[in-house]
């Protein structure tokens, strides 16, 4: 019955979502602000890029999360958002990182954990010299959540992950992104850093090059909502006033808080041992610099 009502509600908020009650234009003077973008260089990351410029942010944009905490460190000691904006979907399940991750698992949550670990200390700076006291943290994942189940055993390339389609690997990415945003709400919340999860639309960019003609057609004909229409969400959560209210909140298109409706994603038992999992990766040797590429 759960993965019914996942993908109806996927559906819904494909086809389906209601006009936006919130634009881009409405952001406020961002002077002074200091913001990360990863993946900016395509798809919903580059269209946050375009609208926050307009608006006198002072931006950084990274193609790829390998050595991006420390690029971003020598430029900047405070930082007010980061969006962690770039992932894969629906990768070959062929496809790992260097160090065996899966490579869906690898790009869409662990290499955006280690990055956020690397600039804590730069976004407690932000919150300290932020107009209204916070810094943000904003995570884009998807409506594919609604479907996730996370499997330890697959995160890591053997026999069980094998056993999954590459659909089941995204879904469990995304899912793993809620998890992961709402423990950084939990830890991190009453310190003034605000962490936000986000579907943000079935959208035409990018992002689906590793799908194949016959499973994009469907969306493709159907789905009509052009990139900008998703950095609708993501910048109301990182750079509006409204953003002060959100931590620990699920938003769905378009700027618009409700449930996730997976109830996994509010299983704090769960998200712990994630959170502990994830930790123990980061810190192995050379960790840094596992992931090659992460272009949204």
């Known amino acids: 019955m759960s993965r019914i009502k996942g993908n109806l509600k996927l559906v819904q908020h ?5 006009k936006p009650h919130w634009t881009p234009d409405q952001l406020p003077d961002l002077s002074g602000r200091v913001m990360l973008v ?18 006198n942010a002072k931006l950084n944009s990274l193609a790829s999360v390998r050595k991006a905490a420390e690029e971003f460190l020598s430029k900047e000691e405070a930082l007010h958002t980061l969006f962690n904006n770039a992932g894969v979907m629906w990768a070959p399940v062929a496809d790992v990182t260097a160090d065996g991750y899966d490579m869906q698992f690898g790009t869409n949550v662990l290499g955006p954990f280690l990055l956020t670990q690397l600039l804590l200390p730069a976004l407690l700076k932000g919150k300290a010299s932020s107009p209204d ?41 995304k899912l793993a992104d809620v998890l992961v945003t709402f423990e950084l709400a939990r830890r991190y919340g009453e310190q003034g850093i605000i962490a936000v999860a986000l579907n943000p639309g079935i959208l035409k960019m990018e992002l689906m090059r590793h799908i194949n003609a016959v499973k994009r057609q469907p969306w493709c004909n159907t789905i009509n909502w052009p990139a900008p229409m998703g950095a609708i969400t993501p910048l109301y959560a990182g750079a509006a006033p409204e953003g ?11 700027a618009r808080e409700e449930k996730c409706c997976n109830e996994q994603a509010y ?29 949204a």
């Open 267 to 295: 299983d704090e038992k769960l998200a712990g041992h994630l959170w502990d999992w994830l930790e123990e990766q980061v810190k192995k040797p050379g960790q840094v610099n596992f992931v090659n590429g992460l272009e």
């Open 133 to 173: 006291g916070h810094a943000r943290i904003v995570i884009t994942s998807s409506a594919y959540a609604y479907l996730g189940h996370l499997d330890f055993e697959t995160f890591k390339d053997g026999p069980a992950r094998r056993k999954l389609s590459t659909e089941e690997l995204y879904n469990q990415s």
């Open 14 to 18: 494909a086809v389906y979502p209601p």
């Open 38 to 55: 990863t993946g900016g260089n395509t798809g919903i990351g580059k269209e946050m890029i375009k609208e926050l410029l307009k608006h």
């Open 244 to 254: 002060l209210k959100l931590n620990g909140k699920w938003l769905i298109p378009w």
